[in-house]
C-alpha cells in the first residue's frame, strides 16, 4: 500500500535518534560503555525546535525513529520528545543493519525493540525505518517482516512516482510505504538523499534542489537529521577514554571530530534554510488519515 500527499512544497521532517557514542564504541568493540549524553541530547532537540518555532508550518512536531538502545539508555529523552507532541517510530534495537539478518532473527529483533519503545513512551509505535536505510525495495521477505510489526515503513528509495507505481505492483504486503526521495545530480551515478551525508557535505541549495526535484517528480520530500547533526559542538562525541580497545581507535577518534564535530558548525544555518524552504506537514503517523491512496 503506498499514499503520497497532495500538498505542494511541503515536506516531512524526521529524526533518526540514534546512540553515536553506543553505536560506535560497540561497533569497533570498545571496552566500556560510554558516559550518558542526556542534556547534550536534550539540546540538540532544543536547537531543533528553536529552528521550526522560528519559521512557519504547518506543524511543529516531527517523527522521531528511535532505537531500542536508546530507549534502554535514556528513556526519560524518549518521554520528553513524546511529550513535547513529536511521534515516537522504531529505528531497530541496536544500529544494525537489518539485511544482515535473516527473517526470524529479524522478527525478534523488531519485536523487541517495539516493544522496548511502546513501552517507554507508553504509546503504540506504528513506524520503522531501517538503520542506514538498510535494506532493498525488493527485498519483500523482509518487508513482509516490518509489515507484520509496523503499519508503515520509511526505509525506501525512489526517484519518481512511476518507478514508484511500477514496485507498488510488485508488493502485495500490508503496509503503508513513506519512501525517502533520492535524485540523480552531478551524473547518473550520483544520488542525493535529502539528509546525514548530503547536508554534511553539499550546500544546503544542493540539497534543496534535491526535494524541488522530488516534488516535480511526484514525490513527497522526507528530510531525515540526526542527534548529532543537530547539536553544534562536541559533546556528543565519544571520547579517546572511551574508545579503549576499539579497532582502529585513533582512526576514529579523529574521524568522529571530522564528521560529527567540525562538519557540524554549518549545520544550523543549512537547517534554517532549509525550514524557511519547506513547510513541515508534520509526524508520518499522524498523516496516514489525511493521505489519499494510489490503487
Request: net charge neutral; proline share 3%; glycine share 4%.
Amino acid at each position: 500500500m503506498v499514499i503520497q500527499s497532495k500538498e505542494s512544497n511541503s515536506a516531512y521532517f524526521t529524526v533518526d535518534f540514534e546512540c553515536f557514542t553506543h553505536d560506535l564504541c560497540r561497533s569497533l568493540g570498545a571496552d566500556r560503555r560510554p558516559k550518558l549524553r542526556t542534556s547534550q541530547l536534550i539540546k540538540s532537540i532544543n536547537n531543533l525546535e528553536n529552528i521550526i518555532s522560528s519559521t512557519a508550518h504547518d506543524s511543529t512536531n516531527l517523527t522521531f525513529f528511535c532505537t531500542a538502545i536508546s530507549a534502554d539508555l535514556y528513556p526519560d529523552v524518549l518521554k520528553e520528545i513524546a511529550a513535547r507532541g513529536h511521534e515516537i517510530a522504531c529505528h531497530g534495537n541496536f544500529h544494525d543493519d537489518i539485511d544482515k539478518m535473516g527473517a526470524d532473527e529479524l522478527y525478534h529483533s523488531l519485536k523487541l525493540a517495539k516493544d522496548k519503545i511502546s513501552q517507554t513512551v507508553n504509546q503504540d509505535v506504528i513506524g520503522f525505518r531501517a538503520p542506514r536505510f538498510s535494506i532493498n525495495k525488493n527485498d519483500f521477505e523482509r518487508l513482509d517482516v516490518i509489515s507484520q510489526l509496523f503499519k508503515y515503513d520509511s526505509s525506501l528509495h525512489f526517484e519518481n512516482q512511476l518507478e514508484f507505481d511500477n514496485w507498488k505492483q510488485k508488493c502485495n504486503l500490508d503496509i503503508i510505504e513513506f519512501p525517502v526521495p533520492q535524485q540523480r545530480m552531478i551524473s547518473s551515478k550520483f544520488k542525493v538523499k535529502l539528509g546525514g551525508s548530503y547536508l554534511k557535505l553539499f550546500p544546503s541549495s544542493f540539497v534543496k534542489k534535491a526535494a524541488s526535484i522530488s516534488i516535480e517528480n511526484g514525490l513527497t520530500p522526507i528530510f531525515y537529521f540526526h542527534p548529532y547533526d543537530l547539536y553544534f559542538g562536541y559533546g556528543l562525541l565519544a571520547s579517546w577514554k572511551e574508545l579503549q580497545g576499539a579497532n582502529f581507535r585513533t582512526f576514529w577518534y579523529l574521524r568522529q571530530i571530522q564528521w560529527a564535530g567540525i562538519l557540524n558548525w554549518s549545520q544550523q544555518r543549512k537547517l534554517q534554510d532549509i525550514f524557511l524552504s519547506f513547510n513541515n506537514i508534520g509526524p508520518l503517523g499522524e498523516r496516514i488519515q489525511d493521505m489519499y491512496f494510489k490503487e
